[in-house]
């Protein structure tokens, strides 16, 4: 049974950090590219991050880069998200989501937001980012 079990949301004062962790089980960790996308309240899902685990690469939404970083324990298969200088809109149900690497293979997608795009979702984690 696949499962990707996502962990470390919590309240966190504007200028904080935490760091979300993805538990992956029942597939070959390294086949697959791992991402996070986030739902804040009343939007729609937001990619964040993906990381190709093999390579490695990664990459980052606008809004994240340079604060956010994404990687992998392949020892624990686990993904994390290093979440630093948190802002009130990084609020949002933070998932993870994992694609089998031959998808795309050939094509120049790095991440999306559609569940659709992903062979994997996990149930997500709450981050709130409030004073």
């Known amino acids: 049974e696949v499962q990707l079990v996502e962990s470390g949301g919590d309240l966190v004062q504007p200028g904080g950090s935490l760091r979300l962790s993805c538990v992956v089980s029942?597939?070959?960790?390294?086949?697959?590219?791992m991402s996070w996308i986030r739902q804040a309240p009343g939007k729609g899902r937001e990619w964040v991050s993906t990381?190709?685990?093999?390579?490695?690469?990664?990459h980052y939404a606008d809004s994240v880069k340079g604060r956010f970083t994404i990687s992998t324990d392949y020892a624990k298969n686990t993904v994390y998200l290093q979440m630093n200088s948190l802002k009130p809109e990084d609020t949002a149900v933070y998932y993870c989501?994992?694609?089998?690497?031959?998808?795309?293979?050939?094509?120049?997608?790095?991440?999306?937001?559609?569940?659709?795009?992903?062979?994997?979702w996990g149930q997500g984690t709450q981050v709130t980012v409030s004073s």
């Open positions: 989501a994992g694609v089998f690497l031959g998808r795309y293979l050939g094509t120049n997608w790095h991440g999306g937001s559609e569940k659709s795009e992903y062979d994997y």
């Open positions: 029942g597939f070959r960790f390294d086949d697959y590219a």
């Open positions: 990381i190709y685990t093999a390579r490695p690469a990664t």
